[in-house]
């Protein structure tokens, strides 16, 4: 026992010491020093910090993030567009009119394309030749102008004439058929040398409809030998040419050049007259 309370160390009285009075002042100071104070917790500012970026910053807060399947489920539940509706009534008379897609004749029958090609002819003919409220206004009677007509009028005529020659009756035909085509193409380039606002497929196209009243008195011709009749019916032909021709071809060019352009196919259809009396 007397050994082991030999090997005891001892604490130094003076360091114990001096640790209990650093203690005792430093509570005394935290005494005289009053109660800590505690600062609030500070609310967030409505106001962003200010910021040294040039762009003005946003109080809207940003987009939820969209995943990839959402936005693939949302394209899918746009329903799609209606059919368009079925066409009501003829559609033959809506295209007539000008409104709605052109008609598709790359199917139809050919008997349909040939009744369609000779209802226009008819109609076309009607809208030059005879007497009808669209001859003051040649944009509407020929707004649906066509070749066929004039070309099966020009054919008819050559055919007429060369049936009524005793001989050379092809020559006949050929020269007949140049006549008339090369003079539609020369009145058509004299009308808008003048200055006439048409097309040129439209002028051929009235000048082939008003062979129509020479191809009947050709005809007439052809039955009859006497020449005084006959003279008495290209006359006849001749004015009714005329006629149809004038308030087409007077509108396209300006009134001060009316002569110029009425003059030529006059001179061309007293040609064609002349040949119809001529040839026996």
Known sequence: MSNSHNDTIPLHPSNSQSDIDEIRSLIDDSVHSGPAVVLPARHPATTPPPSSSPFISSNIPPPPPVSSSSSLQKLQSVPAAPPPPPPVGNSSSIVANGFGPPPNTLTEPVLDTVKR???????????????????????????????????????????????????????????AFALLAAGAVILTLNVLLLGGHIIFFQSLSLLGYCLFPLDVGALICMLK????????IVCLALAWSSWAAYPFMSSAVNPNRKALALYPVLLMYLSVGFLIIAID
């Open 117 to 175: 090609d000779l209802w226009r002819i008819v109609s076309n003919l009607k809208l030059v030749v005879f007497p009808n409220p669209f001859r003051e206004d040649p944009g509407k009677a020929l707004r649906d102008w066509d070749l066929w007509g004039p070309f099966f009028f020009i054919v008819f005529l050559g055919v007429a004439l060369s049936w009524s020659a005793s001989v050379k009756k092809s020559q006949v035909f050929a020269v």
């Open 225 to 232: 030998d006497n020449v005084v009749a006959k003279v008495i």
